[in-house]
């Protein structure tokens, strides 16, 4: 299909990486199949990373650096929220609220699952609009919500999903800043940017407080998984829904590297674990014991992938069991940094994914043939694992505790 002559789309995401990704990979499908001219702002510090996730056939993306201003509170030289714990990476946001001066359309690119929204943050979700929700009413699904395998969360869940209920000081909550986001008026060309509707709800804040009428919603979904989650957010919103597919990532050119390889060569098919949290989900010391000694109970050889907010090596070492590196010595490796995650998958040893449920990390481990098992750590996450493993039956998900979360080694 031929884009429309002159179709120029801007691109804001929130800054983490995690959620770049997307809109990166929506930015190769535009430019590379329909020829759009696209605009990517972004801080300067990440340019050259999102550069490589650039297609070759993407000829019309232009990287838009943008200087950050010093903020209080966030130290300087930060420009992702891959170093910065929760409660300070709602630092890092940026104002869309030029689009609407500018008389601008905007679209609401959800780069969560459709089931994530149709659960969280649909008019539906609210019975009395003055009292708010409870943890126990965030337990089950919202009034007309599609009666599938889906029929509610844990305790730990819902108490997750709260944060999205709190007025941290504002007087209005995340949830009510969206609904009013999308139900206030709207201009002229198309604006893309991010709401991360679970976990960074000051995001909801700023682009509610600024954002005008959206003239539609793009979903990253497709019926063969989501219809019926896709039919209820259309009725709920009352706006198209355009399906943006679960885009996937080409992966990058080059071979898996020599150390990588030549360790995962020496076990049969289809018999190695990959494990891997993504780049901004950090596990607790308590859970990588416990995840760790799973692993090793197993008896089977793993690749596991730590990630940590600062000092890495040394928050590794202090969170591994006394003895486990040599005990495993041979048949499991544990690395923290960035690896080539989609070659790793699709290497033949590989045989089974361990994730935290991020949805791109779930098509991967499908696109792969990888058996899936899912440690959800939050937000969207708890919601993807439960559409993968109740509702498509492709994976499963390791046993926790209803009223905190927590999970031993042999639940692993």
């Keep these: 299909m031929a884009s429309k002559p002159g179709l120029h789309v801007v691109m804001f995401p929130f800054f983490a990486f995690g959620h770049i990704s997307p809109f990166v990979q929506l930015s190769n499908k535009l430019s590379s199949t329909h020829g759009v001219r696209v605009s990517f702002f972004l801080a300067a510090g990440n340019v050259d990373r999102i550069m490589s996730m650039l297609d070759a056939t993407n000829l019309t993306t232009q990287i838009v650096p943008l200087s950050i201003p010093a903020v209080d509170g966030l130290p300087q030289g930060l420009e992702s929220t891959a170093d910065l714990p929760q409660s300070t990476s709602a630092l890092l946001l940026w104002r ?94 198309f604006f893309i940017f991010f709401w991360d509707v679970c976990t960074k709800i000051d995001t909801l804040v700023d682009i509610g407080n600024s954002t005008p009428k959206l003239h539609s919603c793009t979903c990253k979904a497709c019926t063969e998984m989501e219809a019926p989650y896709i039919d209820y957010v259309k009725s709920q919103f009352d706006k198209p829904i355009l399906l943006a597919g679960p885009v996937v990532p080409e992966p990058r050119p080059g071979k898996l590297e020599e150390r990588w390889a030549k360790w995962l060569d020496q076990f049969p098919s289809q018999s190695v674990i990959y494990c891997s949290f993504g780049s901004e989900t950090f596990l607790t010391d308590d859970q990588i014991k416990e995840l760790t000694l799973g692993l090793e109970l197993t008896g089977l050889p793993f690749f596991l992938v730590l990630n940590f907010p600062a000092d890495s090596c040394k928050a590794l070492k202090m969170a591994l069991p006394e003895g486990f590196l040599e005990r495993v010595k041979g048949k499991g490796i544990v690395h923290t940094g960035w690896v080539q995650q989609q070659q790793i998958l699709a290497h033949d040893s590989v045989g089974c994914y361990l994730c935290h449920a991020g949805f791109s990390s779930v098509i991967e481990a499908l696109v792969n043939d990888c058996q899936l098992v899912m440690l959800p750590q939050k937000g969207d996450q708890y919601i993807n694992s439960k559409l993968v493993s109740l509702d498509l039956t492709a994976g499963v998900e390791i046993n926790r505790r209803d009223e905190d979360g927590d999970f031993g080694r042999h639940d692993v």
Aim: no cysteine; glycine share 8%.
């Design 96 to 189: 869309p609220a030029m689009a609407a001066e500018q008389g601008i359309k905007t679209i609401f690119y959800s780069v969560f699952t459709a089931i994530s929204t149709a659960f969280l943050t649909v008019p539906s979700r609210v019975v009395d609009w003055k009292k708010g929700v409870t943890v126990e009413e965030l337990k089950a699904p919202p009034s007309g919500f599609p009666k599938t395998a889906i029929t509610g969360v844990r305790t730990f869940e819902a108490q997750d999903f709260m944060f999205l209920f709190n007025n941290f000081q504002t007087g209005t909550t995340g949830f009510h800043r969206v609904i009013r986001g999308i139900f206030s008026d709207f201009h002229k060309i």
